[in-house]
């Protein structure tokens, strides 16, 4: 296994496990409970798990060096951009009734942008930086 | 920035990952300092010139 996969998967897996499952038991729990106080209680479950997942990323960004934080924060950078325009985009479709946009979407247009952004930033410094692309020039 | 890293690494025989483990950095980074494709921080740069007994100004320089 990659070595970084596996450093994220013992730094991030428990939290990332913890909250894929708490949103599908928050999910299924919610169908079978009465609207109300309860079941808003209910969907809040996967909360405290989302405050452990991210502060898990935060100190992984931290314990890594400065070069990883730096290529980390200007991903975080670019997502945020990204997503602001996506977001601020669809809200104004949406004052002009073009169409709906469920709070979801919002989620998912994050999450989306997240993986853009790692995807361009990551390319960038390998293929036009150069700077993961010397493997053989380690001695 | 240019700097003498590549050389003062060589001389001592040691590799990238070996001088990237005594400075508590990635491999990466030492690539990218030594190719000058990163400036590395100020006490990334102060650690490297301890290590190397060496003034900063000897191993970076700035002209570049």
Known sequence: MNPQLRRYIADCGPASLTFFASVIGAMLLAKRVEPGLVRLLVCLIPLPSVLWLAWAEISRLRRRDELRQRIEVEAIAIAFAMSFVIVVTLTFLELGNAFSVQVSTVSLVMAACWVAAQIIVRTRFRYWCGIFGNPTDSN | ?64
Do not use: C
């Open chain 2, 1 to 64: 920035m240019n700097n003498h890293l590549r050389q003062l690494r060589a001389d001592r025989g040691w590799s990238q990952g070996d001088l990237a483990e005594q400075l508590n950095v990635s491999r990466q980074t030492i690539n990218a300092i030594e190719t000058g494709k990163y400036d590395p921080s100020l006490p990334l740069a102060f650690l490297i010139a301890k290590l190397f007994k060496q003034p900063i100004e000897k191993i970076f320089d700035p002209a570049a």
